[in-house]
């Protein structure tokens, strides 16, 4: 059982070495994907020491910050390309807001069978530490509308810490299109399309240990625009026929 690490980055020269680290810590047959967006506080130069002493990292550098949503499926396109690619490929944030530690869980869940395991902040046993009321207010608002705008009977749609089988990549990677964090949105909804089985699993997100957030005003606007087409029609196909196997 192997597995690829997608770790998008931009200004994480506070955070990858220690992260990286503590990923290779875990003893797993992996590979670390790093696709940075020229941070212009060193991030990718950080990597390229860490390549020094380990051979299982790759960087991707890009030229400017072309959003989330291409940096996960430029790194699905590279781990498709590789000669033997991963089992399972885990996607997570590179600013300690996801636990490195909570990797084996994500892909002991997926070996049972599952094509998407998303690390939940907000299914029973999640949690959510450092947050401002007002901000988990409207993230709590947020996934209840695209859970009903996708038809999904999940709890945490935008969690961007999950795992996905080398199977569901393969087969949905086509049609992923969009630019920014409504990825998350996407992915779910070509699961329902693709009727592969989601399940989410608990975890505790960390509201930015380090570092500043990069969210801006066009991607959260992207977001919303996504999910408004979605609610008007454009994407939605019916209700998703889950089995208990996809809730808790």
Known sequence: MSV???????CEAENIESLIQEIEELKLDLRIIVIDDSSPDGTAETVKKLQKKYDNIHLISRPEKLGLGTAITTGFQFILQLRKSPDYIITMDADYSHNPRDIPRLVNSAEKGLDLVIGSRYTRGGKVIGSRLRRRLISRLANVI?????????HDCTSGFRCYSKHYVKDVLPSLHTQTYEIQIETIRQARLNRFDVKEIPITFVDRKRGKSKLTVVESQAFLTYIFKASLGKFFI???NYEKRTTN
């Open 238 to 240: 019916g209700e998703w």
């Open 146 to 154: 695209a859970a009903i705008t996708v038809g999904a009977r999940l």
């Open 4 to 10: 690829a690490v997608i770790l998008p980055t931009y």
